[in-house]
């Protein structure tokens, strides 16, 4: 059974850090592309990052570009969003997803990890 868990969302100032992680079980986890997508409150899906199978090439919406980072480790079946200098406008609801073959799409989704950008 393929799952997808986040963690590490929070309630930060403007101008504050924070590091997302999404652990992943039930599938080869090296072997496919993973990508971010983010939920504002109020709002629909919106793409943030993906990066490909072995870590390199990663892309970024951007409306986060300069200002997120996104990573993998491999070995630990984990991937991350490193987000700094954040707005209040990255409020929301943070999702990592299994991208199917050939950036096609998602197949498979996280519950979502919450980030709270207030003063």
């Known amino acids: 059974e393929v799952q997808l868990v986040e963690s590490g969302g929070g309630l930060v100032q403007p101008g504050g850090s924070l590091t997302l992680a999404c652990t992943a079980s039930?599938?080869?986890?090296?072997?496919?592309?993973m990508t971010w997508v983010r939920q504002a409150p109020g709002k629909g899906l919106e793409w943030v990052s993906g990066?490909?199978?072995?870590?390199?090439?990663?892309y970024y919406a951007d409306s986060v570009k300069g200002r997120f980072t996104v990573s993998r480790d491999n070995a630990k079946n984990t991937l991350y969003l490193q987000l700094n200098s954040l707005k209040t406008e990255d409020t929301g609801m943070y999702y990592c997803?299994?991208?199917?073959?050939?950036?096609?799409?998602?197949?498979?989704w996280g519950q979502g990890t919450l980030v709270t950008i207030s003063s």
């Open positions: 039930g599938f080869t986890f090296s072997g496919f592309a």
């Open positions: 997803a299994k991208v199917v073959a050939g950036w096609s799409g998602m197949d498979y």
């Open positions: 990066i490909n199978s072995g870590g390199a090439s990663p």
